[in-house]
T-cell receptor, first 114, second 119 residues
């Protein structure tokens, strides 16, 4: 089956620092999604990417769909304490019998020290 | 209520119990999903319902039984579970578009989850 490698697994940063995380896949995806999960809650969609090379921002968050369609990254600028949580990438299949299914990365646990 | 709601939020059950998890979406979506989230593992897709028909069963043991009576409600019936089934069970929904013989899957919106503990 498909696999997504998300890194880093965890990050400990100071408030105000920038953050970068990425996902790589063993196969091509036609959509990349980035979610954030707060403790005790379900994942919330942050950014959706639909085209290779696409660069999309949502406030202090910026994400890019890699040109090979096998990777994506998420940047958070000027981090604040409420950025704490688990960030997941998810890829949507490009075809075959699993068309449309989401494959999730393992998550990046972000801790922000005030 | 807005978005995707799940009840109960927490459930503790013995291995011989029968219980059900409920999910309701208030977004007018036509597809619903059950995921399992275990510690230090990626989210695992369990079941998918598109237009009330089950289209995916991701090799889930028969002790988990889904039910989708209409496009707004999804249940997960549980019986004779094992301790390793303890996890956060997440429901999600999406508005999938059908056209030209294929389905375009859109972003999934998640509920808050049910934290299940099997003793």
């Amino acid at each position: 089956g498909q696999q997504l490698n998300q890194s880093p697994q965890s990050m400990f940063i100071q408030e105000g620092e920038d953050v970068s995380m990425n996902c790589t896949s063993s196969s091509i995806f036609n959509t990349w999604l980035w979610y954030k999960q707060d403790p005790g809650e379900g994942p919330v969609l942050l950014i959706a990417l639909y085209k290779a090379g696409e660069l999309t921002s949502n406030g202090r968050l910026t994400a890019q769909f890699g040109t090979t369609r096998k990777d994506s990254f998420l940047n958070i600028s000027a981090s604040i304490p409420s950025d704490v949580g688990i960030y997941f990438c998810a890829g949507q299949d490009a075809g075959g019998t699993s068309y449309g299914k989401l494959t999730f990365g393992q998550g990046t646990i972000l801790t922000v020290h005030p | 209520e807005t978005g995707v709601t799940q009840t109960p939020r927490h459930l503790v059950m013995g291995m011989t119990n029968k219980k059900s998890l409920k999910c309701e979406q208030h977004l007018g979506h036509n597809a619903m999903y059950w995921y399992k989230q275990s510690a230090k593992k990626p989210l695992e897709l369990m079941f998918v319902y598109n237009f009330k028909e089950q289209t995916e069963n991701n090799s889930v043991p028969s002790r988990f039984s889904p039910e989708c009576p209409n496009s707004s409600h999804l249940f997960l019936h549980l019986h004779t579970l094992q301790p390793e089934d303890s996890a956060l069970y997440l429901c999600a929904s999406s508005q999938d578009l059908v056209g030209r013989g294929m389905i375009r899957y859109n972003e999934q919106f998640f509920g808050p989850g049910t934290r299940l503990t099997v003793l």
